[in-house]
């Protein structure tokens, strides 16, 4: 039965994640070429409002809800938390009583991953995590989406995590957990998933890999995947301590020749080019970063409808 928050991948089985993936995929194709404000022929959230939250930049999230959103037949707002009475004090759980009243489904964007639970917590109405520190579901929906694209499956591959794990990594570590892929983490000592995601992994039947050596870490690989060294929670007096830990991390030519031929590159932008990814890769054959921003849009209309109860 859909209907309700999307605040982590864990929180749904492996048939409602496999049911919002084909409904993405389903939804891309029915509009192959079109132009992009038009309404999905079935404009299925018609009379909707879905209001979104940032207390941290974006530039994907914001856009590909809003172009989903439209696309689907609802309408949004976006709401910038500075010129919130939220960014002056006012409580997240008062927020989410008063847009309850208001819009029919909530993104947020924020900090502390504590706050998207309060949130859910004081609203009737679905919440949508847009991205925590902790966490980043909505962005694994879309890569999902791209690894079946180019792929044709998920079970079974094998995908490689080098440089920080931060928000996306945790995400993807319940992702393959749940959909029977193989994760190899390069990553450094104090750069690493902590050890309750990989206690989670482990009673749940996953198959996380730890390595030192980002060379170890690749090999076999059907998927390399990297994200930023410095992320919107970490401080900037971190970063150049960061830099260095990490450069050993970094995806470059000779790294991705050591996956497998046919291995895809993966990264949920914005890139930090030089520093956890070469040009070489990310402008190059193997990287499928772009068709990954565009599922944004795919992958979040199957969650809005699934939230919405209309999956
Ligand atoms: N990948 C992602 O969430 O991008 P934005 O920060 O631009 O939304
Ligand atoms: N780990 C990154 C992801 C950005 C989409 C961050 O939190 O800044």
Known sequence: MSGGDFIDIRDFSREELEGMLDEAMRRKKARLGWPKAKPDADAPLSGHLLAMIFEKPSTRTRVSFDVAMRQLGGETMVLNAGDMQLGRGETIADTGRVLDRMVDVIMLRTFGHERA????????????????????????????Q????????????????????????????????????????????????????????????????????????????????????????????????????????QVNEALMAAAKDDAIFMHCLPAHRGEEVTDAVIDGPQSVVFDEAENRIHAQKAVLLFCLGRL
Not at 125 to 133: R, S
Not at 152 to 169: K, M, S
Not at 201 to 210: P, S, V
């Open 117 to 144: 639970e309060e949130l859910a917590r004081y609203t009737g109405v679905p919440v949508i995590n847009g991205l925590t520190d902790l966490s980043h579901p909505c962005q694994i929906m879309a890569d999902a």
């Open 146 to 249: 791209t690894i079946l694209e180019h792929k044709g499956r998920i079970e079974g591959l094998t995908i490689a995590w080098v440089g920080d794990c931060a928000n996306v990594t945790r995400s993807w570590i319940e992702a393959a957990t749940l959909l029977g892929a193989r994760m190899k983490i390069g990553a450094p000592e104090g750069y690493r998933p902590d050890a309750e995601i990989l206690d989670w992994a482990k009673a749940h039947g996953g198959e996380i890999l730890l390595f030192d050596s980002a060379e170890e870490a690749v090999r076999d690989a059907d998927v390399v995947m990297t994200d930023t060294w410095i992320s919107m929670h970490h401080s900037e007096a971190e970063k150049e301590k960061r830099i260095a830990d990490l450069t050993p991390y």
